[in-house]
């Protein structure tokens, strides 16, 4: 099977524009899930998403949203980007409670 | 609320030495634990999980890690490294249902020749 796919992979935005950031999850899963990673905070929980609603949400602004489609592939949006943004967004599928999940290669956001 | 400290930030061993990487968390509840690598530029690989039963679990590339309850840890352990292994490891607690995974900070993985 192919694995999680995420794309751009890497990405250049200047502050206050928005951004979107895709993933396709393995064929099958249905659970999509993203984190955020940087130097200083670490890997951070973003929002999960399973049979296009969101079951969960980390605690950032609410200029980080997402949705999932009915393929479910995902997108999340970044809105009004500030510096602090600009960090690896991992995308993770995993198959409904099974827990384990397989995480795509990530999208690489500067933002200047 | 639910945490995980991995207190090593740095470890440097030397190709075939054995290898211990530590893992503390605080849940209220029987965790999930998991661990995870990521090289260089890449997303995160699923090394090994325990859910439940056996507390000594084996994984990928020769890894297991062993759930002591009492010291609320899951160290991760490999008897003898490869230069391969130079990477980055983070130690995760399933929290909060719905596939949230709470990591901790990271272990960065040197090999010396």
């Known amino acids: ?3 999680v796919t995420q794309t751009p992979r890497y990405l250049i935005k200047t502050r206050g524009q928005q951004v979107t950031l895709s993933c396709s ?25 399973f049979s296009e609603t969101q079951r969960n949400k980390g605690n950032f602004p609410g200029r980080f949203s997402g949705r999932q489609f009915s ?12 510096l602090g943004d600009s960090a690896l967004y991992l995308c993770a599928s995993g198959v409904a409670e099974a827990w384990e999940q397989y995480f795509g290669p990530g999208t690489r956001l500067t933002v200047t | 609320a639910q945490s995980v400290t991995q207190p090593d930030i740095h470890i440097t061993v030397s190709e075939g030495a054995s290898l211990e ?32 039963g056996d507390t000594l679990v084996q994984g990928i590339k020769g890894f297991e890690a062993e759930f002591k309850r009492s010291q609320s840890s899951f160290n991760l352990r490999k008897p003898s490294v490869h ?11 399933g929290a909060g249902g719905a596939q949230k995974l ?12």
């Open chain 1, 1 to 3: 099977k192919a694995g």
């Open chain 1, 25 to 49: 999850p393995i064929s099958g899963h249905r659970s999509v899930s993203w984190y955020q990673q940087t130097p200083g905070q670490g890997l951070q929980f973003l929002f999960e998403y």
């Open chain 1, 71 to 82: 393929n479910s592939r995902s997108e999340m949006n970044v809105s009004t980007l500030e």
């Open chain 2, 21 to 52: 990487l530590r893992c503390n968390y605080s849940y209220g509840a029987t965790p999930y634990l998991f661990w995870y690598v990521q090289s260089p530029g890449q997303g995160l690989q699923l090394l090994l999980k325990y859910f439940s």
């Open chain 2, 83 to 93: 230069w391969s292994d130079a990477a980055e490891y983070f130690c995760a607690v």
């Open chain 2, 102 to 113: 709470v990591f901790g900070q990271g272990t960065r993985l040197t090999i010396n020749p």
